[in-house]
């Protein structure tokens, strides 16, 4: 079985050109053989100021508040993880966006790993939704994106 995601336009099915050859040598490799066809539609992927805003707002959000307790890398991993682990160095935002990451992990349909990239608007909003459950039971509140982001000064 294959699966390829494309783009309905003008009535056509429009692939990219890998998934466009695959397509076409399935069909080479099936001629004359009955073949079973599915399409489903696919969540709508967030736009790149969308997926800024989101993790903007949780990644900002847990900083200041470890940055108010004077919580350490060291003291978060401890909270997140296991409390064996080396002391002394800040939280930023690239440690704590690849710590939720693997905290946190979606996956796509087949099994790989994937970011707010390439998730859909639901499977974005769930990963936030277990971001922000993760994080408020070890006492750090994050709070839900504002629905009117797109108003917001400086978008």
């Not at 710590?99 to 790989?112: S, V």
């Not at 993760?134 to 982001?149: E, F, H, I, Q, T």
């Amino acid at each position: 079985m294959l699966e390829l995601i494309g783009v309905a336009k003008n009535g056509r099915w429009i692939l990219p050109l890998n998934e466009e050859h695959l397509y076409t040598q399935l069909l080479k490799d099936c001629e004359g053989k009955f073949v079973k066809g599915r399409f489903s539609k696919v969540g709508r992927n967030k736009t790149w100021k969308q997926c800024k805003t989101h993790f903007g707002l949780l990644l900002n959000a847990v900083i200041a508040e470890a940055n108010e307790r004077g919580t350490d890398t060291s003291e978060f991993l401890k909270l997140m993880v296991r409390d064996d682990l080396p002391t002394g160095v800040g939280l930023t935002k690239g440690f704590l966006h690849e710590l939720l990451y693997a905290l946190c992990p979606t996956y796509d349909e087949k099994g790989r790993r994937i970011t707010l990239k390439t998730m859909t608007t639901d499977q974005a909003a769930d990963w936030y939704e277990r971001c922000q459950n993760l994080l408020s039971s070890r006492g750090y509140y994050v709070a839900d994106p504002n629905p009117n982001w797109k108003t917001l000064k400086g978008e």
